[in-house]
């Protein structure tokens, strides 16, 4: 099998993610990670390994050994990182959001068509096992038509007013936090696994914590929750805690969902509710091996993630045996193990997000706010 080099820029939660799915793959190296300092460029790379490191990502972009680049920096940087690397003639896996709005969102999926870069729009949630058995039960019709859905992505690392990081400031992170950043996960999913795209919207934003006391040194995402400094900046906020949505799916279903990061208990619960004319499906991302699959005239199931008695096209997504569990670092590996096939053979199939699907996702983020500023149902275009 041919060996891929590959480059990380950005050194945080999420470059220390991609680093470990990149390696479980056996087939691509990691030859140079670039931070926003030396120093934080080399250190990360002491840590995973990795011989090169540099502050300056445009290094990278020069090397024609180097094919293909993770971005994971904050959002602000992914449009001009990721248009520079398509230019430069690499493939790029880059983080979600993937711009901060539509108009670069869609110079990146124009820039792509022209230059034939493999780009590919982290949206790894897809690729647990139970979502993609959700998505082959609703193809072969086993729900019958979807008539509702509804869920929550709910989370508590930034409960109180001394958590922060820098997806709260809107200059690196965009005009939505909460619904930004883990709505978009849940957006994405539903309209995934059911085939139906999100028509028609209302929403309602919150910020509860209108200042934050933001540390006066760096910490990584999720630290907070454990890090007490002595010494803070008290800030204003200007992104939202919560946001609760309405929507239409498709011609006729509906459904609703609500994210926050102010949910005490809830460390990272991402749960789908479909329910169709014949059955409905509940999944919960906590507890990621299981689906729930409820029965109008008989008793309720609770199917255990078992590669034998998923379908043929969710059985590719789980590596391991039944009562083996299978979790978030595997959901990486399944989206880079579908990039990196498509780097190395032009000719495969996409068999993962694009930027194209980035680019759906932030009309749909667009719409979130003007319907939340005009209070009222909004039509998406999509």
């Not at 990691?30 to 445009?58: N, W």
């Not at 969102?105 to 790894?124: E, I, K, M």
């Not at 919560?242 to 926050?260: E, I, K, N, P, S």
């Amino acid at each position: 099998m041919a060996r891929i080099r590959t480059a990380i820029i950005g050194t945080g939660f999420m470059g220390a993610v991609h680093a470990e799915g990149i390696r479980r793959l056996g087939n691509v190296d990691i030859a140079c990670i670039a931070g926003l300092t030396d120093e934080l460029a080399s250190g990360f790379a002491r840590q995973i390994g990795v011989e090169k490191s540099t502050s300056d990502y445009k290094t990278v972009l020069a090397d024609p050994t180097i094919q293909a680049v993770h971005v994971c920096t904050p959002n602000a940087l992914h449009y001009p990182i990721s248009k520079e690397a398509m230019e430069a003639g690499k493939a790029v896996l880059c983080e979600k959001p993937l711009a901060l709005d539509v108009t670069q969102a869609q110079d990146l999926v124009d820039t792509a068509a022209r230059t034939g870069s493999v780009n590919c729009l982290n949206h790894n949630l897809r690729y647990y096992p139970i979502p993609q058995q959700i998505r082959e039960m609703i193809a072969a019709g086993e729900l019958g038509d979807i008539l509702s859905v509804q869920g929550t992505y709910a989370q508590d690392w930034l409960l109180y007013d001394t958590d922060y990081n820098w997806r709260i400031e809107r200059k690196d992170n965009g005009a939505l936090r909460a619904v930004g950043d883990i709505g978009s996960h849940w957006m994405d999913m539903i309209q995934h696994v059911t085939g139906l795209k999100i028509t028609a919207l209302c929403a309602d934003l919150a910020t509860f914590h209108k200042t934050r006391k933001k540390p006066k040194m760096a910490i990584d995402a999720f630290a907070g929750k454990t890090f007490t400094p002595d010494d803070y900046d008290e800030v204003p906020i200007d992104t939202e805690d919560y946001g609760a949505v309405l929507l239409h799916l498709g011609d006729r279903a509906r459904g609703a969902f609500t994210v926050t990061q102010l949910a005490a208990g809830c460390k990272n619960r991402f749960q789908i509710e479909i329910f169709g004319t014949k059955c409905g499906v509940i999944w919960n991302q906590e507890r990621p091996n299981e689906l729930w699959i409820g029965e109008r005239n008989a008793a309720n199931k609770l199917l255990l993630k078992d590669p034998s008695l998923l379908g043929p096209k969710a059985r590719t997504y789980a590596s391991l045996p039944g009562g083996h569990n299978e979790g978030y670092a595997d959901t990486h590996k399944n989206v880079y193990r579908a990039f990196y096939r498509k780097v190395a053979d032009p000719s495969a199939a996409v068999e993962y997000p694009t930027f194209q699907d980035g680019l759906l996702g932030m009309k749909l983020l667009e719409k979130i706010v003007e319907s939340d500023l005009k209070r009222c149902w909004v039509e998406t275009g999509i």
